[in-house]
Protein backbone atom coordinates (compact mmCIF):
# COMPACT_ATOMS: atom_id res chain seq x y z
CA UNK A 1 0.00 0.00 0.00
CA UNK A 2 1.63 3.50 -1.32
CA UNK A 3 0.18 7.16 -0.47
CA UNK A 4 -0.08 8.84 -3.93
CA UNK A 5 2.78 11.07 -2.44
CA UNK A 6 5.02 7.95 -2.43
CA UNK A 7 3.96 6.79 -5.73
CA UNK A 8 4.90 10.51 -7.46
CA UNK A 9 7.94 10.49 -5.36
CA UNK A 10 8.85 6.51 -6.39
CA UNK A 11 8.87 7.64 -9.97
CA UNK A 12 9.73 11.00 -10.53
CA UNK A 13 13.56 11.20 -11.26
CA UNK A 14 13.32 8.06 -12.26
CA UNK A 15 13.70 6.79 -16.25
CA UNK A 16 11.01 4.58 -17.71
CA UNK A 17 11.46 1.12 -18.31
CA UNK A 18 8.97 1.26 -21.71
CA UNK A 19 7.02 3.75 -23.58
CA UNK A 20 3.95 5.61 -22.36
CA UNK A 21 2.82 8.80 -24.53
CA UNK A 22 -0.36 10.43 -23.14
CA UNK A 23 -2.17 13.86 -24.54
CA UNK A 24 -5.70 15.64 -23.87
CA UNK A 25 -8.16 16.13 -26.73
CA UNK A 26 -6.44 19.93 -27.06
CA UNK A 27 -2.85 18.45 -26.82
CA UNK A 28 0.30 19.06 -25.01
CA UNK A 29 -0.10 22.95 -24.37
CA UNK A 30 -3.50 23.22 -25.25
CA UNK A 31 -6.03 26.22 -23.88
CA UNK A 32 -9.41 25.27 -22.18
CA UNK A 33 -11.75 27.36 -20.02
CA UNK A 34 -12.15 26.42 -16.38
CA UNK A 35 -14.71 23.76 -16.25
CA UNK A 36 -14.07 22.77 -19.60
CA UNK A 37 -14.53 18.39 -19.89
CA UNK A 38 -11.18 16.70 -21.97
CA UNK A 39 -10.23 13.51 -22.54
CA UNK A 40 -7.10 11.88 -21.69
CA UNK A 41 -5.49 9.46 -24.83
CA UNK A 42 -2.69 7.29 -24.65
CA UNK A 43 -0.97 4.32 -25.46
CA UNK A 44 1.76 1.66 -23.45
CA UNK A 45 4.35 -0.02 -24.96
CA UNK A 46 3.69 -2.17 -22.73
CA UNK A 47 -0.04 -3.64 -21.05
CA UNK A 48 -0.04 -2.41 -17.02
CA UNK A 49 -2.17 -0.55 -14.77
CA UNK A 50 -3.02 3.03 -15.60
CA UNK A 51 -2.68 6.05 -12.75
CA UNK A 52 -3.52 9.96 -13.38
CA UNK A 53 -2.99 13.06 -11.07
CA UNK A 54 -4.47 16.40 -11.63
CA UNK A 55 -1.77 19.20 -10.34
CA UNK A 56 -3.49 22.47 -10.79
CA UNK A 57 -1.21 26.09 -11.17
CA UNK A 58 -1.69 26.66 -6.98
CA UNK A 59 -0.55 22.86 -6.24
CA UNK A 60 -3.24 20.77 -5.76
CA UNK A 61 -3.44 17.37 -6.38
CA UNK A 62 -6.09 14.43 -6.85
CA UNK A 63 -6.09 10.83 -8.26
CA UNK A 64 -8.10 11.26 -11.30
CA UNK A 65 -7.62 7.39 -12.52
CA UNK A 66 -8.77 4.70 -11.42
CA UNK A 67 -12.02 6.42 -9.80
CA UNK A 68 -13.88 4.13 -7.35
CA UNK A 69 -14.73 0.80 -8.52
CA UNK A 70 -12.64 1.09 -12.12
CA UNK A 71 -10.86 -1.17 -14.24
CA UNK A 72 -7.29 0.76 -14.42
CA UNK A 73 -5.74 -1.96 -16.79
CA UNK A 74 -4.67 -0.67 -20.01
CA UNK A 75 -3.27 -2.99 -23.36
CA UNK A 76 -0.12 -2.74 -24.82
CA UNK A 77 0.05 -0.88 -28.24
CA UNK A 78 -3.16 -0.54 -28.18
CA UNK A 79 -4.66 3.57 -27.92
CA UNK A 80 -6.74 4.23 -24.67
CA UNK A 81 -9.33 7.19 -23.68
CA UNK A 82 -10.13 7.96 -19.95
CA UNK A 83 -12.69 8.59 -18.64
CA UNK A 84 -15.54 7.25 -20.29
CA UNK A 85 -18.71 9.06 -20.74
CA UNK A 86 -19.01 11.68 -17.79
CA UNK A 87 -15.71 13.17 -18.41
CA UNK A 88 -13.33 15.07 -16.63
CA UNK A 89 -13.31 18.73 -15.97
CA UNK A 90 -10.31 21.59 -15.89
CA UNK A 91 -10.07 22.97 -12.31
CA UNK A 92 -10.83 26.76 -11.98
CA UNK A 93 -7.21 27.94 -11.09
CA UNK A 94 -5.90 29.72 -13.90
CA UNK A 95 -2.42 28.98 -15.30
CA UNK A 96 -0.86 25.80 -16.28
CA UNK A 97 -2.49 22.35 -15.58
CA UNK A 98 -0.79 19.04 -15.79
CA UNK A 99 -1.68 14.88 -15.76
CA UNK A 100 0.68 13.00 -14.94
CA UNK A 101 0.44 9.39 -16.05
CA UNK A 102 1.48 6.54 -14.83
CA UNK A 103 1.27 2.74 -15.81
CA UNK A 104 2.77 0.12 -13.95
CA UNK A 105 3.18 -3.86 -13.82
CA UNK A 106 2.19 -4.65 -10.63
CA UNK A 107 -1.22 -2.87 -9.08
CA UNK A 108 -0.72 -0.08 -6.25
CA UNK A 109 -3.35 0.09 -3.59
CA UNK A 110 -3.35 3.82 -2.56
CA UNK A 111 -3.37 4.39 0.93
CA UNK A 112 -5.15 8.16 2.45
CA UNK A 113 -7.70 8.87 -0.23
CA UNK A 114 -10.77 10.00 1.10
CA UNK A 115 -13.11 7.32 2.01
CA UNK A 116 -16.09 9.69 1.24
CA UNK A 117 -18.06 8.98 -2.81
CA UNK A 118 -17.89 12.65 -3.71
CA UNK A 119 -14.52 12.82 -4.36
CA UNK A 120 -13.15 16.05 -4.83
CA UNK A 121 -15.60 19.73 -5.83
CA UNK A 122 -13.10 20.65 -8.45
CA UNK A 123 -12.84 16.83 -10.08
CA UNK A 124 -16.00 14.86 -9.71
CA UNK A 125 -14.83 11.39 -9.03
CA UNK A 126 -11.47 12.26 -8.64
CA UNK A 127 -10.15 11.06 -4.79
CA UNK A 128 -8.94 13.71 -2.46
CA UNK A 129 -5.77 12.57 -0.24
CA UNK A 130 -6.27 12.90 3.82
CA UNK A 131 -2.59 13.36 4.95
CA UNK A 132 -1.57 13.64 8.68
CA UNK A 133 0.19 17.06 9.31
CA UNK A 134 4.04 16.11 8.73
CA UNK A 135 2.64 13.31 5.46
CA UNK A 136 1.05 17.00 3.91
CA UNK A 137 4.09 18.93 5.04
CA UNK A 138 6.48 16.13 3.09
CA UNK A 139 3.72 16.44 0.58
CA UNK A 140 3.94 19.86 -0.18
CA UNK A 141 8.14 19.43 -0.62
CA UNK A 142 7.20 17.05 -3.25
CA UNK A 143 5.36 19.27 -5.35
CA UNK A 144 7.67 21.70 -5.08
CA UNK A 145 10.95 19.66 -5.71
CA UNK A 146 8.66 18.19 -8.70
CA UNK A 147 8.05 21.78 -10.28
CA UNK A 148 11.60 22.09 -10.33
CA UNK A 149 12.91 18.78 -11.48
CA UNK A 150 14.70 18.14 -8.30
CA UNK A 151 15.93 15.03 -6.77
CA UNK A 152 12.86 13.43 -5.16
CA UNK A 153 13.41 10.32 -2.39
CA UNK A 154 10.55 9.45 -0.40
CA UNK A 155 12.25 9.12 3.35
CA UNK A 156 9.46 6.20 4.48
CA UNK A 157 10.87 4.20 1.38
CA UNK A 158 14.58 4.37 2.67
CA UNK A 159 15.30 4.78 -1.60
CA UNK A 160 13.74 1.55 -2.43
CA UNK A 161 14.14 1.20 -6.75
CA UNK A 162 10.60 1.80 -7.80
CA UNK A 163 10.62 -1.64 -9.63
CA UNK A 164 10.90 -3.44 -6.88
CA UNK A 165 7.53 -1.89 -6.14
CA UNK A 166 5.90 -1.24 -8.87
CA UNK A 167 7.28 -4.24 -11.62
CA UNK A 168 8.67 -2.32 -15.06
CA UNK A 169 6.91 1.25 -15.13
CA UNK A 170 6.25 4.11 -17.36
CA UNK A 171 5.60 7.80 -16.90
CA UNK A 172 4.49 10.84 -18.59
CA UNK A 173 2.96 14.05 -18.57
CA UNK A 174 0.80 16.60 -20.89
CA UNK A 175 0.68 19.93 -20.02
CA UNK A 176 -2.04 22.52 -20.35
CA UNK A 177 -3.27 26.15 -20.07
CA UNK A 178 -6.74 26.81 -17.79
CA UNK A 179 -8.41 30.38 -18.15
CA UNK A 180 -10.09 32.77 -20.07
CA UNK A 181 -9.85 32.01 -24.10
CA UNK A 182 -10.47 35.04 -26.26
CA UNK A 183 -11.65 34.05 -29.85
CA UNK A 184 -11.01 37.90 -31.55
Not at 38 to 59: C, H, M, N, Q
Request: glycine letters at 10%; one cysteine or more.
Amino acid sequence: MLSPVELLSLVTNETSSFTLDVTVDKFDGGKYEPGEPFVIRGTSAKAGFLYLFYLDSEGHVAVLFPRRDSDNRVPARQPFQVPGPEGFRTWNAPGTHRVKAIVSQRPCLFSSLSPSSGGDERQPGAQRFHLPPSQEAMFHDVLRRYGRHEPIRSPELGGVPPQQILGKFAQDEVAFYVGPTTDE
